[in-house]
């Protein structure tokens, strides 16, 4: 929570947990796996939040400094523009039945994407998946937009206390085939010689109602509830 005075205590308003679900070794204790290449950030103000998600690819030191190393430069190009720039941004809206759209907020989180990759590089890491969500009021509404750019397989998700639990993310991947878990769709980080691999960078948005839940997750998480993956279903 912005301003808070201590960030590692629990909070109703903003949540986040890391941890490994790998399984552990019976004699000497280790995690498979280890170290958890996974990170994540969260600020959220009073009445907007900025949710980052990363799951470094394969395993291994390299991998565990490009999740920081994206969800860092994610995060602080994004305060920079939204809270600290002296000029004012620019904003082109588009009404859609009452809803304004911001196009300045898709144009800051891709640019942010770019400043994610460059934070890679610069740190010699290896390669990462990134998601990132912008949670923002509506003009004239009580409602928030969620604006969301992801590369690779971690994914946006929203519960309603009226409509459940819905994915926001599902243009980054074919919900109708069957997943495989080697292949993360895209990354961050240096694929292609310096390049990233951008084949499922995705723009998403969904407007969401006060007291819904907007979480990222990695596929960690998401794959262990897919019925697909868990055999519990045929795609």
Not at 71 to 83: A, D, E, I, P, S
Not at 135 to 162: M, R, T
């Amino acid at each position: 929570i912005a301003d808070a005075p201590t960030w590692n205590c629990k909070s109703r308003k903003a949540y986040g947990i890391c941890m490994s679900l790998y399984d552990q070794h019976p004699i000497n204790g280790k995690i498979s796996g280890d170290p958890i290449a996974d990170s994540f950030a969260i600020c959220a103000r009073t009445n907007n939040a900025l949710m980052i998600v990363a799951d470094g690819v394969n395993w291994g030191e390299k991998s565990k400094m490009a999740a920081r190393c994206a969800v860092y430069g994610c995060m602080h190009f994004m305060n920079q523009k939204l809270f600290h720039s002296t000029k004012p941004i620019k904003t082109t809206h588009v009404c859609l039945d009452n809803i304004y759209i911001s196009e300045s907020a898709f144009d800051l989180l891709l640019a942010s994407l770019d400043t994610a990759h460059q934070k890679i590089l610069d740190h010699d890491g290896g390669l990462t998946t990134l998601c990132a969500a912008l949670v923002l009021p509506l003009k004239e509404s009580k409602q928030f937009a969620v604006c969301i750019v992801n590369v690779g397989d971690s994914l946006a998700f929203v519960f309603s206390k009226n409509h459940g639990a819905r994915e926001i993310t599902t243009g980054s991947h074919d919900i109708q085939a069957e997943r495989d878990i080697r292949d993360a769709g895209g990354a961050l980080g240096p694929v292609n010689g310096t390049d990233p691999e951008l084949h499922n960078l995705t723009c998403s948005m969904t407007v969401v109602d006060p007291g819904d839940i907007v979480y990222l997750t990695t596929d960690g998480i998401s794959d262990n509830f897919d019925p697909v993956v868990t055999k519990l279903a045929v795609a």
